[in-house]
């Protein structure tokens, strides 16, 4: 086995370990969803053990021991706050979501009372490595559309809640392909 194979194979079973969990807690008829604790904490530990092993491994492994130098610690002081603060919280009322950069970049917040429908689609993302997400698109009363894309754990979850609360207050919802 090759140092190259073994550091990759690490990588991805640290990926595939550290994805997938998500936590729904209600408390007074509001669900909030959200990673699991360990799993920012974990991809900040890793990112952060990424250094000492690029730093080892750089001499034998060459750019596979610079990318561990260089992406380990963006891992933990990017990547990882954004898991944390990563959050979806739907009641009665509507719902507010927290996502992207500390929880400031795609910040998202509907009520019920002000959509009219609810169409759920696909849309491709943009980039090297595209793929089909769903989103869900509101049709609001004033007119207008907003949409939630299901690009994570958390937003899928919080996806399945507003769709729930959406069909009981009687709004349709309906799939398109």
């Known amino acids: 086995m090759t140092l190259r194979f073994a550091l990759t194979s690490l990588i991805v079973s640290g990926c595939l370990l550290l994805t997938g969990c998500v936590t729904r ?5 509001a669900v909030s969803i959200y990673y699991q604790w360990w799993i920012p904490i974990g991809v900040f530990v890793v990112g952060l053990a990424c250094v000492p092993v690029g730093l080892k491994v750089r001499n034998q492994a060459g750019p596979v021991g610079w990318g561990l130098i260089f992406l380990g610690p963006l891992a933990a002081l990017m990547f990882a706050p954004a898991l944390f603060f990563e959050h979806a919280v739907v009641n009665d009322k509507g719902f507010q979501i927290r996502s992207g950069f500390f929880g400031r970049t795609a910040a998202q917040d509907l009520d019920f009372d002000s959509i009219k429908a609810i169409r ?9 490595n595209s793929r089909w997400i769903e989103v869900l698109y509101f049709e609001l009363n004033r007119g207008m559309m907003s949409h939630f894309p299901l690009n994570n754990d958390v937003k899928i979850e919080a996806g399945k809640e507003i769709i729930v609360r959406a069909m009981q207050r009687g709004i349709p919802v309906s799939e398109t392909r």
């Open 25 to 29: 807690s209600v408390d007074n008829q």
């Open 120 to 128: 759920i689609g696909t849309e491709e993302t943009r980039g090297r």
